[in-house]
């Protein structure tokens, strides 16, 4: 009998890392809807764009050993969000994310996949990109009692600061037979962009995304779903009443005048 387990919606922050080197392409091509992440890669200007956030520069290194297990083709890449403190924009990778069916393998047996994406993310109007974060969603399917300890998603990233300033981030998110649910924050993650530990925003975060499946004996492992969302400075509501503000004195600044 075969049981079937979630491996559940993680929300970490994105990790970063200085060592990416990315094109300097900038969003000219602006495409809309739900777009393959093959259609988007085949021009490094294409883009995708909601609100303030312009998303481009995508790349896809597929596995080196098996390429054809995930395709960029297969892969759905959509925006999503509303800008709101709640619900701030970012991008979706959903679909043909990888699916590793070892049910019937050998004892002691483990199937794996490992693959990378790769895009920019730039920030408009006067937005800065402050940090990253990214939900992942996933499925085991088990024809033992329990899921074998070797099958497990990792999604690690990688991302820097597109002009040089040494701003990083960086984190791991890891869901396995005994995580079902939101972990804390990793001891070696650092999830705001930062130079040596001191915040720092930027306009243009280049992000690396290597995901790996690994399905042992008896199991059958499939992720469904990568979510990336963008915190910015300032904040949404902060800078509606810093506008609201500037509003605010030039309308206090127009009646002095008028009294004058």
């Known amino acids: 009998m075969q049981s079937r387990f979630t491996l559940g919606l993680l929300l970490v922050g994105i990790i970063v890392s200085a060592g990416t080197a990315f094109a300097d392409s900038a969003c000219l091509n602006v495409l809309s809807g739900t777009q393959s992440l ?14 303030d956030k312009e998303f481009f520069n995508f790349q896809f290194i597929p596995d080196a050993i098996n390429p054809s297990a995930v395709s960029s083709t297969g892969i759905a890449v959509t925006t999503t969000g509303d800008g709101t403190p709640n619900n701030l924009y970012g991008v979706d990778f959903g679909s043909q994310l990888g699916s590793l069916n070892n049910l019937t393998g ?4 483990v199937a794996a996949l490992d693959y990378e994406i790769k895009y920019s993310v730039q920030a408009t109007g006067g937005f800065m990109v402050s940090d990253v974060w990214q939900l992942i969603n996933g499925s085991a399917l088990t024809s033992n009692a329990n899921l ?5 998603i990792t ?4 991302a820097t600061d597109h002009a040089g300033s040494g701003s990083t981030a960086n984190s ?27 915040p720092t925003p930027v306009i243009r975060a280049d992000i690396t995304k290597d995901i790996r499946l690994d399905a042992g004996a008896g199991d059958k492992v499939t992720l469904s779903l990568i979510e990336q969302r963008f915190s910015q400075v300032p904040e949404p509501r902060t800078y509606a009443l810093l506008l609201g503000l500037g509003l605010a004195a030039l309308l206090w600044k127009k009646r002095a005048t008028a009294n004058a």
């Open 38 to 51: 093959a259609a988007l890669a085949a021009d490094s200007n294409n883009c995708l764009v909601i609100g």
């Open 155 to 158: 999604v690690s990233e990688v």
């Open 172 to 198: 791991t998110v890891t869901i396995n037979p005994n995580v079902f649910k939101e972990p804390p924050a990793q001891a070696n993650d650092h999830l705001i962009l930062n130079i040596a530990g001191v």
């Open 148 to 152: 074998n300890p070797n099958s497990g």
């Open 106 to 109: 050998s004892l002691g047996s």
